[in-house]
Nanobody, 117 residues
Framework: QVQLVESGGGLVQAGDSLRLSCLAS????????MGWFRQAPGKEREFVAA?????YYADSVKGRFTISRHDAKNTVYLQMNSLKPEDTAVYYC?????????????WGQGTQVTVSS
């Protein structure tokens, strides 16, 4: 059974940094594309970043966020710098075997990120 557990969220001020982690179990981690998504109150869930052998970012986070992975630790990270109030959302980790998933098969429960102005 695949399980994804996010951690690292919290309350920060605008301009601060946070690093989210997602620990995966029940899968062969290196064979999965890992993604980060977020959902703000009253809005649809949106793509943030993904990584397999390359990295992909939403325009809204390019230059501020960095996704990385450590296959030996079954963990994917999202380093978030220069945070803005509009980054406030629940952040979700996702996993899929496709190279460029349109729909991810596995999701975590999410971690709250709140950025105050």
């Amino acid at each position: 059974q695949v399980q994804l557990v996010e951690s690292g969220g919290g309350l920060v001020q605008a301009g601060d940094s946070l690093r989210l982690s997602c620990l995966a179990s029940g899968l062969t981690f290196s064979r999965y594309t890992m993604g980060w998504f977020r959902q703000a109150p009253g809005k649809e869930r949106e793509f943030v970043a993904a990584i397999r052998w390359s990295t992909y970012y939403a325009d809204s986070v390019k230059g501020r966020f960095t996704i990385s992975r450590h296959d030996a630790k079954n963990t994917v990270y999202l380093q978030m710098n220069s945070l803005k109030p509009e980054d406030t959302a629940v952040y979700y980790c996702a996993a899929d075997t496709a190279l460029a998933p349109e729909e991810y098969d596995h999701w975590g429960q999410g971690t709250q990120v709140t950025v105050s102005s």
